[in-house]
């Protein structure tokens, strides 16, 4: 803008040419949406900025506290910033740019669905305790009761997961519990020896530092016993027997 005056005379004066910058848009984010679909132990949120007026001044990403978050640019392309951040904790994050005539935007963006919390192992209570035979030994078909897990410590949906089998069987396909209860009694089929695995695992596929594998010894059959006599020599009667256990 400039003004020229004239006095009554017909003197004219053209002054200094003054330019005023006027920006009143607030920048532009695009990306993330409010939340991902499937679980994660890294999320990464991608998004991208700019301001078309008098461009990008400073872009920050903060927790619901107010904490700054690390985030990095890619790229800066036709005045477009392209950003992404990373996290493994369930919560609110704030994108937060302001352009340099001070307007600033401010996207919310909600992430429940990422962590990387193990899970505890679940818990196992042979029923009962003690074996009621010799050598470790079962001559009753106990039960195996599982503790399991239903979350982590940060609320984390996790599921338990067991493997039953008889000592020189093929171990079939890991059975999954319900989470309708918080524990599982699994039924020991008869005699012989059985191996019982079970462990934990989250929804982002973490699984508990250790599997806990556990042998039942189970035979409730006593032992049989065959007798045959026969004539010995003079009158002496000779008895044979076979001891089996099956």
Known sequence: VYAVITDNAGNEIQTDTIQFKVDDEIPVIEGSDSDYDVWQTIAKLEFDTYDELSGLKYINVTDADGNLIEHHVDKVEDGVSY??????????YYIIVSDK???????????????????????????????????????????????????????????TKYQLWKEGDDVYNATTLPDTDNSYSVSIPGDGIYNLKTWSESATGIQCENEHEYQVKVDTVSPKIDFKATKGSGSTIVVNYTVTDT
């Open 83 to 92: 950003c992404y951040f990373e996290t493994a904790k369930k919560g609110t």
């Open 101 to 159: 005539a001070g307007n600033i935007n401010k996207k919310e963006i909600t992430i429940t669905k990422v962590s990387n919390e193990t899970p505890e192992c679940p818990t196992v209570t042979i029923e009962p305790k003690e074996a009621n035979g010799n050598n470790g030994w079962y001559t009753t078909v106990p039960s195996a009761v599982i503790g399991y897990v239903t979350s982590t410590s940060d609320h984390t949906p996790v599921t």
